[in-house]
């Protein structure tokens, strides 16, 4: 017997996008804990990006192993086929796989961590990769629209606090009319009125 069936009064709170991290020069991201950034760490962004740039350190940065691996920087190596581009005008949430760095990387005949290095450069070191986690194993938002849609769900988790420097959910509800509402291309979306409730 379902918790349903035993009519019992479970609400899930289901976001309104995968959950997963963002990658950044200035947060999380998969040189952090090599030897080499891990010494220029602490300096003003425009000084590491333009230290970054120089040929001899890219190649030093990417031929490195940490010291001690740092296990956020670590998922982030070994999953470039989760790494995605964000674009800070209209971000793709539902980012096709073919646009991840180990796509992209394949295409090119570039090492992923080579595309990664000099992504994270790009925007004088502004620019942001989402990795998505959770609630994107067929790399669509087919599941996530179905838990949206359930009677008893409820829109969640929408804070902007505990994890700032690499996940703001305080998106959640502008993704819910932006994306769900609104600009959803890779499926179904949902009626205005679905959303508001």
């Known amino acids: 017997m379902s918790a349903s069936d035993a009519e019992a009064m ?77 674009a800070e005008r209209n971000p793709d949430y539902e980012p096709h796989p073919d646009t991840s760095v180990a796509a992209r990387a394949a295409a090119s005949g570039r090492d992923p961590m080579e ?20 609630n994107y194993s067929d790399f669509n938002l087919d599941a996530q629209r179905e838990m949206l849609t359930h009677p008893r769900a409820v829109l969640g988790l929408g804070d902007g606090g505990a994890h700032c420097g690499f996940i703001c959910d305080a998106s959640l509800p502008t993704t819910m009319l932006s994306h769900w509402a609104r600009d959803r291309s890779r499926g179904e979306r949902l009626p205005v009125e679905h959303v508001v409730r």
């Not at 996008?17 to 950034?37: K, W």
């Not at 230290?51 to 990417?62: F, N, S, V, Y």
């Not at 595309?115 to 959770?134: Q, S, W």
Request: aromatic share 8%; proline share 9%.
């Open 10 to 86: 479970l609400f899930p709170q289901v976001a309104s996008r995968p959950f997963g991290m963002l990658i950044c020069l200035d947060s999380l991201h998969a040189f952090g804990d090599h030897p080499s950034y891990v010494e220029m760490a602490l300096l003003p962004r425009a000084e590491r990006v333009a230290r970054m740039r120089d040929p001899e350190m890219k190649a030093r940065i990417l031929a490195e192993r940490p010291e001690q691996e740092d296990i956020l920087a670590a998922m982030v190596r070994g999953f470039p086929e989760r790494l995605f581009p964000l």
């Open 115 to 134: 595309l990664l290095y000099d992504e994270l450069l790009e925007d004088d070191g502004r620019n942001v990769l989402m990795m998505p986690l959770l």
